[in-house]
T-cell receptor, first 113, second 109 residues
Framework: ETGVTQTPRHLVMGMTNKKSLKCEQH?????MYWYKQSAKKPLELMFV???????ENNSVPSRFSPECPNSSHLFLHLHTLQPEDSALYLC????????????FGEGSRLTVL | DAKTTQPPSMDCAEGRAANLPCNHS???????VYWYRQIHSQGPQYIIH???NNETNEMASLIITEDRKSSTLILPHATLRDTAVYYC??????????FGDGTTLTVKP
């Protein structure tokens, strides 16, 4: 248990569906991240939020829309995805010093049909 | 992009020390080295990090060379549950360090 909770753990959606992934941390951290992990590929950083403000978007397609309503919650809204977007989506957070470790959630396994 | 080099796979006998190497030859003086591991289909788990000095915690030891161009993660007494992919990353910021392909460590009975 890392203190970072992701829901749902598994999601199957069609290409025309709209769904959202949720991440919640009660560690008092100020920075939150979305990563994508495709099969047999390294983790790819997607978005970074610091104090609710997006500070990094690594050229992620607009069909992925993040939202950070407060420092404890992070969402990833999904719309008109492609089958190649099927992957494990991981949320992580770091503390105020931001030099320490990343705390990862267990991930949301997404399958796009 | 920050580039690390790790062997793709390693085996270790149960109860023996596992020594996992990582090359980070272009690391800068203010950049940390981080190690994580990922057991199949779970989120990565933080192990240890360091800047210049060697570090030890309840999970592992981290040995950083004097020139900081490489490091070694040591699991002193590997168990079957240590079988995982081990990632070495580095950067000024834990969240912006780049993950590579990692080393798949298989601990054998």
């Amino acid at each position: 248990e890392t203190g970072v909770t992701q829901t749902p753990r598994h999601l199957v959606m069609g290409m025309t569906n709209k769904k959202s992934l949720k991440c919640e941390q009660h560690l008092g951290h100020n920075a939150m991240y979305w990563y994508k992990q495709s099969a047999k590929k390294p983790l790819e950083l997607m978005f970074v939020y610091n104090f609710k403000e997006q500070t990094e978007n690594n050229s992620v397609p607009s069909r992925f829309s993040p939202e950070c309503p407060n420092s404890s919650h992070l969402f990833l809204h999904l719309h008109t995805l492609q089958p190649e977007d099927s992957a494990l989506y991981l949320c992580a957070s770091t503390g105020p010093a931001n030099t320490g470790e990343l705390f990862f959630g267990e991930g949301s396994r997404l399958t796009v049909l | 992009d920050a580039k690390t080099t790790q062997p793709p796979s390693m085996d270790c006998a149960e109860g023996r020390a596992a020594n996992l190497p990582c090359n980070h030859s272009t690391i800068s003086g203010n950049e940390y080295v981080y190690w994580y591991r990922q057991i199949h289909s779970q989120g990565p788990q933080y192990i240890i990090h360091g800047l210049k000095n060697n570090e030890t915690n309840e999970m592992a030891s981290l040995i950083i060379t004097e020139d900081r161009k490489s490091s070694t993660l040591i699991l002193p007494h590997a168990t079957l549950r240590d079988t995982a992919v081990y990632y070495c990353t580095w950067g000024t910021n834990a969240g912006k360090s780049t993950f590579g392909d990692g080393t798949t460590l298989t601990v054998k009975p």
